[in-house]
């Protein structure tokens, strides 16, 4: 997840052209900030400056090293997938003509890059982006030269429009690609797939961005761009062509967010903006995982596949909502490939002398990568000669490098301090792990492994419907509750884990007593919690799974005898559940195994939903902090 802006400004250039694009980038800031980048068009020719770092970075070398003005510009600020967090990884991107900022994940970048090397180009970067701007420039020069040569005054803007709508049908994956040409003056090409891409319509100056905060403060009109179209923005005109390259008139909007509103699309608090990023995460997590012959492969995964076919245990290990994910995880790898599973809380699991060695594979799951707590515990595996994987979202941090591999989430940056989409992507990265290990070891058939990566698939539109159907109920439930100091969370197999994390989600939201239990441990104990009026979340199994099924009905009715008030997590048609539950939340139908990426969401809502009938503070709760580097 990164953010992109583009700029077309009237003649003359001017600084005002800078301006915009640095103002852009500053509210784009929290999808990302490992490294920012500008290219302008200016009268000497394109000019790019990039830095890795925050924002302040690139603002400190422009000033050192300041650009003419312009009348077009892209700029971007990285959050990052392919390559290290680093200037020479940073965009724009230069390719001959042409410079390009991109957004998304290109999937076929191994086979692309072959063939710009094999052109004699050289590539100065590790990112699938350098290699697409090659692509698009070699396309773009050769059809110019041609165009030239028919026709000398030719619009080299139409030219660059033909290539974009050639070269991005080339392209696999996710993309909101943006190009400017010195050739085109006060012009942006622009196109995407499954990434987003807004225009921003202003008085003889136009816009593009990830989002429309990237324009908010000069225009509040706003134009859609659809999947495969092309956008060729002109200060005075906006022309969107579609695949075909038919006329599409792009539908517009009014946007009536401030500035500051907008950075968080719209939403109250950034833990509601990352709920709804959900979807996203997920999708951008799987993108790029599966090779051209179909095969699940993990770039990221440097540890010998010899090494992996040897495990004969794997320890996660992890703190708070990433150890829930590591639970999930268990249950996962566990059933696809018969390899024992440990998930042990990272800070006590170098003192008491862990049974680890170098059959033992660690995972290390953290969304900042820097919580002190699991980087010592990384450390004591490896020093007990385990190799340690690491399940990362921040690219560069201290267990990414410390680790022998890494397999990156891509949820992006997480700004709510309560851990919601980096969650998803964590579970996602352990199903992806978990398949890979089965394929790798034979445990499960190729076409097993693409059913599974076939419903993984399906995951992100689940939770949108999820989200659509369910979230205003589930804030109506919180005002109910609001006067309640205590809540119970139950849950069977993979519910179990999601039990535990609801209870988390509620204390460090709303400072509420909640406790996660699994349901068959309720009568040896915390049953006696139970009294009237009591509310408990009960997290209920498919029906298509009636061993589970029922036994998780009997422990409500025998909560409900108690006087506990019900509010069921269940699935769609499960209508079994109706007479013992006092609500019911619905979930998609989806295979046992990936129902935590759809159960979870309810209660992350509920959590969010009854901190801000409190009137608390959703995105910094008290006391605690994003990333706990101190042990
Ligand atoms: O950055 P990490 O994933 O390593 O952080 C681990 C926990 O501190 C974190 O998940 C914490 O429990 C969250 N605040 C939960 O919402």
């Not at 052109?119 to 020069?141: C, F, K, P, Q």
């Not at 999601?498 to 460090?508: N, R, S």
């Not at 104990?525 to 009237?532: D, M, R, Y």
Request: net charge negative.
């Amino acid at each position: 997840m990164c953010g992109i802006v583009g700029y077309v400004a009237p003649q003359p250039p001017s600084a005002r052209t800078q301006e915009v694009l640095l103002d852009g980038l500053g509210r784009l800031e929290y999808r990302g900030y490992d490294s920012a980048g500008i290219a302008l068009v200016t009268p000497n020719g394109l000019q790019v400056r990039k830095e890795a770092g925050k924002l302040e970075n690139l603002r400190a070398m422009l000033q050192a090293d300041p650009t003419d003005g312009a009348t077009a510009g892209i700029g971007h600020t990285r959050w990052a997938t392919h390559g290290g967090p680093s200037a020479s990884n940073a965009h724009p991107h230069r390719a001959g003509r042409i410079a390009v900022v991109h957004n998304g994940i290109i999937e076929n970048f191994r086979s692309l890059r072959a063939e710009v090397e094999n052109a004699g180009r050289t590539l100065l970067s590790d990112t699938d982006t350098e290699v697409a701007a090659h692509i698009l420039d070699m396309d773009y020069s050769k059809r110019l030269e041609d165009a030239l040569a028919a026709d000398p005054n030719v619009d080299p803007a139409r030219v660059l429009v033909e290539s974009m709508r050639v070269v991005t049908k080339r392209l696999d994956g996710a993309f909101a690609l943006l190009a400017v040409t010195a050739d085109a003056p006060s012009t942006i090409v622009a196109a995407r797939r499954s990434s987003p891409l807004v225009i921003g319509l202003g008085e003889g100056e136009n816009f593009l961005g990830s989002d429309v905060a990237a324009f908010v403060s000069f225009t509040t009109k706003a134009a859609e761009v659809g999947d495969d179209e092309i956008v060729l923005l002109r200060p005075e005109s906006i022309e969107v062509t579609n695949a075909s390259g038919e006329q599409v008139e792009p539908k517009t909007w009014e946007v009536s967010w401030d500035a500051s509103a907008a950075v968080k699309g719209g939403f109250d608090t950034f833990m509601e903006k990352e709920i709804h990023d959900q979807p996203a995460a997920v999708a951008d997590t799987l993108l790029g995982r599966v090779d051209e012959r179909g095969e699940l492969t993990l770039d990221e995964m440097r540890i010998d596949p010899s090494v992996l076919r040897s495990v004969d245990k794997i320890i996660v290990v992890a703190c708070g909502t990433a150890s829930y994910a590591g639970h999930v995880a268990k249950y996962a790898i566990e059933h696809w490939c018969r390899i024992p599973v440990e998930i042990e809380l990272a800070h006590e699991f170098r003192y008491r002398d862990p049974i680890v060695s170098e059959k033992t594979l660690t995972v290390a799951i953290s969304q900042s990568g820097e919580t002190m707590d699991t980087i010592q515990a990384i450390r004591h595996a490896r020093e007990q000669g385990s190799k340690v994987l690491a399940i990362v979202n921040t690219y560069g941090s201290t267990i990414a490098r410390e680790a022998d591999a890494v397999l990156y989430t891509h949820a992006g940056p997480e700004v709510a301090v309560a851990s919601t989409k980096a969650f998803l992507a964590q579970i996602t990265a352990c199903y992806l792990l978990g398949l890979y290990l089965a394929q790798l070891r034979g445990n499960k058939w190729a076409d097993e492994v693409a059913d599974y990566l076939d419903n993984l698939g399906a995951m992100p539109a689940r939770i949108s419907e999820l989200l659509e159907t369910q979230e205003e109920a589930i804030f109506e439930l919180g005002r109910q509750y609001a006067d309640q100091e205590s809540f119970l969370f139950l849950g069977r197999h993979v519910g179990y884990p999601v039990a535990l994390e609801g209870a988390l989600k509620l204390k460090e939201l709303a400072y509420v007593h909640a406790e996660g239990f699994a349901a068959g441990e309720l009568k040896h104990g915390p049953i006696a919690l139970v009294e009237e009026g009591l509310p408990v979340f009960v997290i209920v199994p498919t029906p298509r799974r009636p061993m589970l099924h029922d036994k998780v009905i009997s422990n409500i009715q025998e909560i409900r005898a108690r006087g506990a008030r019900t509010i069921c997590i269940a699935e769609e048609g499960d209508t079994a559940v109706e007479p013992f539950a006092d609500s019911i939340i619905r979930v998609p139908a989806t295979p046992t195994l990936m129902m935590p990426l759809l159960t979870v969401v309810p209660l992350q809502i509920f959590a969010c939903a009854l901190a801000k009938a409190k009137g608390l503070d959703v995105d910094q709760p008290r006391n605690l902090a994003k990333s706990v580097t101190v042990e």
